[in-house]
C-alpha cells in the first residue's frame, strides 16, 4: 500500500510524499523547495529514495539539486522534451518509473499543453499531474499550446473514475469560482463548492480529488456538454467548433476576466 502525504510550500504549492514497502523510503514529487522536504523526511524518519518531476518550471524543481547534495545517488525522472539538467532518469509517454523501495510502479503520460514536454503519473489509483489539471481548473499555456493542453486533458479524462487527482497547488476555491461563472445552475458543482470550503475553514487540503468529481465540476474537462459549449460561445461571441475551439474559449475567459 502507497501512502501519500501533502508537504506544503511557498504559498500554495504542494510536494507530494509517497511512502510504502518497508516504512523508511520515501519519494517526492515535485519538490520545488527543498528545506520543507528536508524538515519532513527528518521528523518522520524518513530516508528520500526518489524525485518524480513533471515539468521545468521552477516551482516544481528548485528544490532538487539540495535534495541530490542530502541523498546522493537517487534517481531523478522528468521529462524527456524539458531542458531539466537536474534529470537522471528522462522518460516520456509509455515509461515506467519503477520505486522498488516504495513498492510502487508508475506510467507515464505526455500531457503537455501548460509547458511543451510535461509528463504525469499514474498507477496505484493516483495520478500526479502536476500542473496540467487542477481542481476543478487546469494549469495556464505557458511553452505549450491550446490545442495539445486540451489533448492531455481529454486523456486524463478516460483514466478510471475513481483516480485520485494529485495536483501540485491549492488553487481549487478560485478554480471553483470561475466554474461556477461557466455553469451557474450546476447543483454538484454547489455542492462542491460548499464541501471544499468547509474544508479549507478547517484547514485542510482541497487535494486529491476524485476524477469522477472533476467531470461533473471541472469545466476544462467539460467541454462537450451543451451548457459549457453555450458559455464559451456566449464569450466567444460566436459558434465554436470542436471540443478544441470550446476549451480555448473557456481557457482565455479565465485568463483574461477571472485570474
Known sequence: MIDVFPIPAFDDNYIWC?????????????PGDADPVLEYLSENGLVL??????????????????????????????????????????????????LPEIGAQFEVMDVPGHTEGHVAYF?????????????????????????????????????????????????????????KWVEPDSEVLAERIHNDSERRKAGKPTVPSLLSLEKETNPFLRTAEAHVIAAAEKYAGRSLSGGTEVFTAVRTWKDREYD
Open 18 to 30: 509517497l511512502t510504502g514497502g518497508d516504512g523508511g523510503s520515501a519519494g517526492v514529487v515535485d
Open 123 to 179: 498507477g496505484h489509483g493516483m495520478l500526479f499531474c502536476g500542473d496540467t489539471l487542477f481542481a476543478a481548473g487546469c494549469g495556464r499555456v505557458f511553452s505549450g499550446t491550446h490545442e495539445r493542453l486540451h489533448h492531455s486533458l481529454m486523456a486524463i479524462a478516460s483514466l478510471p473514475g475513481d483516480t485520485l487527482v494529485y495536483c501540485a497547488h491549492e488553487y481549487t476555491l478560485a478554480n471553483l469560482g470561475f466554474a
Open 49 to 98: 529514495s526518489a524525485i518524480l518531476v513533471t515539468h521545468k518550471h521552477g516551482d516544481h524543481v528548485g528544490g532538487v539539486r539540495e535534495l541530490l547534495e542530502a541523498f546522493p545517488g537517487i534517481p531523478v525522472f522528468g521529462p524527456r522534451n524539458e531542458p531539466i539538467s537536474s534529470l537522471t532518469e528522462r522518460v516520456g509517454a509509455g515509461d515506467k518509473v519503477e
